[in-house]
Structures are given as C-alpha cells and as structure tokens.
C-alpha cells in the first residue's frame, strides 16, 4: 500500500471507531485522536483534559503519580500510605523500583506501610492514629532516613492536618517526615501527582542536606524510576565516558541525594513528564543545567551520548567516541539475530510517561513499525515532541478508551501491542502478543547496551512463540 493509502485507511478506521458515541461525546473523543499526515494537519491531539465519564480509561490518579512513581522508589525513607488499605496495597511493588541495600535495614521499596483506615477514622480523623504509626514505624526501622506521609482520597474528603503532623513528628523524631498531599480525586491523572511529588521535594528537601564537593565530571540522573535495573544499566554507561554519577532521582535514591540533587554540573532527566517541574525549579534556583536523554536502543542512545559529551570536555567526547565503537559491532550482532524475525512487523504502543516517544527508536532499530501510539496522562508538548518522530500514517491517541484500543487493535491488525498491566490479558485472550511496557514484564533492563540485547529477545519471544498459533485473532474468525 502507498503512503496515501495507508493514511486514508486509517483515518476511515479511526471514523469507524468514533461512530458508536452519541454527538457530544464523539465530538469529544475527536479532539483526542488523529492520524499524521504530510503537513500534520489535524495532529495538534487535545490532552490533559477530564476523562468522559463511563468510557473507561486506564489513567491513574495523583496518589498514585506521588508514591507509585516518585516517592516509592527512594529507598531510606518508610512510606507511608496514609488511607484505606486498599490504594496502599495495589501501589505495592508493582512497578519493580530496583533498589541495593538491606531489606529492612536501609532499604524499604519492598514494604508496604498503611495507616488501614477504618469506618471510625473516617468520622473522627486519623491525625492521632497517624501520630503513632509514625512513632512506631520509627522505633521498628531506626535506620530509616525520613518518613514520607502519602494522603489518600478520604483524608483530604475529612480534612486531616497531615502537615502539622508530620511538622510535631519532625520535630520529635528529629528527622524528615514529608507530607505528600495526593489524594487520588485531585487533578485529572497521575500526573498531578507527579508535580505534587516534586514540589514536597522541593519543599522539605532539596538543598536541606549537608552538601557536598561537585567535582568537574559529577552528573545526576532524574526521572528515571530503576524499573527493571534501567538506572544501573545508565549509570554504567555514563560512568564508562568517564562521567560520575552522584544522584538518580528516584531509583535506588536516598534522602541525601533528593537533599543534593542541585550539587552537580549537569541533570541529566530520563521522563520529562514527571520530573521537568524540579528540573526547572532546580536551573532556575540553583543554576543546574539539565538535559533529556534516551538510551533506548542503539541509535537514539549514540545520539544522546554525543550530546551529553558535548556538555564536557574533549576527553569525556573521545572517550563516548570509543564507546560508542566498541558496543557498536556487539549491537550490530543482536540487530543481526533479531532483525530477520521481526522486520516489518506492526506494533501498537500505548503507555504513560515519556516511553510512547522514547521507545521508538528501539523497535525501528529492529526494523519494526510503530503503527500507533499514544499517552495515559500526557500534556500538549509532550505530542509535540512525539509527532516528528512518528511516520505519516501513524495513529495517535490520547487518553485513549478500552473500547477504542481494542478496535484500534481489531481494524489495524498489529504484530504486538505494548501497554500496561489493565491492557495485557484482554490482548493477550484476543491472540494478540503483548509486552507489559510499564514494568518491562518482569524482564529488564531495557536502557542502555546492556538492556537492547533484552528488549530484542522480549520482543522475540513475544511475538514469535508458537502459542499463538492456538489461538485466533477476531479478524481471523
């Protein structure tokens, strides 16, 4: 098919989608939805809006941008979800935040800490009860660094003082004790939280430690969440230029770093869509300079090597040269390997953060097409940035429904579909391959040298085992 037809069909596909709605939800649902053409007339997608009630989203909420995302990671401090048990316990580990130190002693990603409020707290406030959950958490983990108070959406419904509890908790304990005001009904999405997370960093933290020398070559990593060992794999690379990581925000981070995040020469941020707020506020308050990088897959990670050294001196770009050279033929092999199985083969991407984007270049590396992709809780630049990246034809959606991204799914017919833990078995019992993107699928890492070789073999084995000859796609029945 030509360019032309390609994009025709998929225009008419996306019409057929958009005919069940009644008039104003169509209406809707239009401005959320758009194939790139020549010019990229029609691409400006409307995002960060409400989501329409009853047409079943997979957004998250702020509490879950807050302590999912950016607080649940920072290994030192005991998070506590302060709510029912139920958001804690669906929060817990489900993003695999990779983390070194003692479980219990120094580090605390694995736990889950609730305040399980009951029917009475609802009715007379949780202040007390959390006054003495942090007391006792504290006597239990002497070790940890801080305490981090995350409100759920009844705390905020009654109007619990959290700030003055963790302010007399601080005070007591003499160490930091965070209140996180996230209650999930705030905002439209996660997204929200993210801010909200890293304003309660800014706030209680950030530049509150006991400081540190920046040597020339010192870096910090932000925005980058150690799913899967990703930190790890870019911090090797990094330190393989001759560059020095000191900081990642927040995989396998501690108080201290979060307190010394601006003690560098250069941030470099991994997702922009949650951590450009502290990024800004660091380069505009402290002077920091900060840049965003991609490692996924060889090309995009050569092209963010070679910005990152030009940041430096002559002897950080020689030896980025030399790396790049060195990993160039080991890569070279597993593009050899892989490519013959999968070139040419469709893909569908819907997920959160920056990986719509980012993860591109990884699967075009391997000959793949990203037919169609789009964003959980994204803002008007982060399309903007998407868009030039995508070829003519593509599909984008924002926000997109469970009835549309299986439609989508139905019409256009792709070789995989790559989306989060609410998508995986609904495509899976449709016959379709399917990789968890989110948290890499219990596989990983996925950044760097080390991770391509691994993301090609998911990809692989995703879309070539022979179980999906059992199975029948709906376009095959």
Not at 106 to 119: A, G, H, K, R, Y
Not at 192 to 202: M, S, V
Request: glycine letters at 10%; one cysteine or more.
């Amino acid at each position: 098919m030509s360019i032309k037809e390609i994009k025709d069909l998929r225009k008419q596909v996306l019409e057929e989608v958009l005919e069940i709605y009644p008039e104003k939800a169509q209406k809707n649902r239009r401005q959320h939805l758009a194939v790139k053409d020549d010019e990229c007339a029609g691409c400006a997608v409307k995002s960060n809006s409400k989501t329409v009630p009853g047409i079943m989203t997979a957004r998250g909420c702020a509490y879950a941008g807050a302590k999912g995302v950016v607080w649940g990671p920072v290994k030192d401090v005991v998070h506590i979800s302060h709510g029912p048990v139920g958001c804690g316990y669906y929060s817990w580990g489900n993003r695999r935040n990779l983390a070194e130190g003692e479980i219990g002693v120094d580090n605390f990603v694995p736990f889950l800490f609730t305040s399980d409020f009951q029917e009475n707290d609802i009715i007379y406030g949780g202040d007390k009860k959390l006054e003495k959950i942090i007391r006792e958490v504290v006597g239990l983990f002497p070790n940890a660094k801080g305490v981090s108070v995350l409100s759920e959406c009844p705390v905020g419904l009654i109007g619990d003082d959290i700030e003055s509890v963790a302010r007399r908790m601080s005070q007591e304990l003499e160490l930091p004790v965070i209140p996180v005001r996230c209650e999930g009904f705030r905002g439209i999405s996660q997204s929200l939280g993210h801010h909200i997370a890293n304003d309660a960093i800014r706030d209680y933290l950030l530049g509150k430690g006991p400081g540190r020398e920046v040597g020339p070559y010192d870096i910090g990593i932000i925005g980058d969440y150690n799913i899967g060992g990703d930190a790890w794999a870019s911090k090797k690379l990094l330190e393989e230029i001759g560059l020095k990581v000191v900081n990642i925000w927040t995989g396998d981070s501690t108080v201290e770093m979060l307190q010394n995040g601006h003690l560098v020469k250069l941030i470099l941020i991994h997702c922009t869509r949650s951590m450009n707020y502290i990024v800004s506020h660091i380069e505009k308050t402290h002077g920091t300079p900060w840049l965003e990088f991609n490692f996924f897959g060889p090309t995009k990670i050569k092209e963010s090597l070679l910005k990152i050294a030009a940041q430096f001196d002559e002897s950080i770009m020689e030896k980025a040269q030399q790396v790049i050279e060195k990993y160039e033929a080991q890569m070279a092999k597993v593009i050899e390997s892989y490519r013959p199985r999968l070139a040419g083969k469709k893909v569908m991407l819907y997920i959160g953060g920056l990986r719509p984007r980012h993860m591109i270049g990884s699967y075009e590396d391997l000959g793949m097409e990203v037919i169609g992709t789009g964003y959980e809780f994204a803002h008007s630049e982060d399309y903007e940035r998407t868009i030039p990246d995508l070829k003519d034809g593509t599909l984008i959606y924002d926000d997109v429904s469970a009835y549309e991204m299986e439609e989508f799914a139905t019409k256009l017919k792709p070789d995989l579909v790559g989306s989060g833990i609410k998508e995986k078995y609904v495509f899976e019992k449709m016959g379709l391959p399917f990789r968890q993107m989110h948290s890499w699928d219990y596989s990983g890492p996925y950044q760097g040298y080390e991770g391509f070789p691994i993301f090609a073999q998911d990809m692989d084995m995703a879309i070539n085992s022979p179980t999906w000859k059992l199975i029948d796609p709906p376009w095959k029945k």
